[in-house]
């Protein structure tokens, strides 16, 4: 099976930083192409907060650039998501989702377990 192993966040005060990260593991991955980060908080939708292409292209959710930055190394098939300068409107939870090429020859979308975020202020 493929599988989205999400390891980091927890809590920080406001102004703090956290680093998440994301690795994709599986015996029948070929390729990843997009991977990329979504958080929900309670009674909220989910939302964008960043994604990465496989050539390098990056795009941020509202609220988030200039604080948050997405990096993968894809020798390692892992996507991470450093979070600077943190508020307590961050607060949720985290997921990565990642678009992964296996041996069937087509991109599938797979989601992490999701990590909780809590900023206090």
């Known amino acids: 099976q493929v599988q989205l192993v999400q390891s980091g966040g927890g809590s920080a005060q406001a102004g703090g930083s956290l680093r998440l990260s994301c690795l994709a593991s599986g015996s029948t991955i070929l390729s990843i192409n997009d991977m990329g980060w979504y958080r929900q908080a309670p009674g909220k939708q989910r939302e964008l907060v960043a994604t990465?292409?496989?050539?390098?292209?990056?795009n941020y959710g509202p609220g988030v650039l200039g604080r948050f930055t997405i990096s993968r190394d894809n020798a390692k098939k892992t996507v991470y998501l450093q979070m600077n300068s943190l508020k307590p409107e961050d607060t949720a939870v985290y997921y990565c989702?990642?678009?992964?090429?296996?041996?069937?020859?087509?991109?599938?979308?797979?989601w992490g377990q999701g990590t909780q975020v809590t900023v206090s202020s």
């Open positions: 989702n990642v678009a992964v090429r296996t041996t069937s020859r087509v991109f599938n979308n797979y």
């Open positions: 990465a292409t496989s050539s390098g292209s990056i």
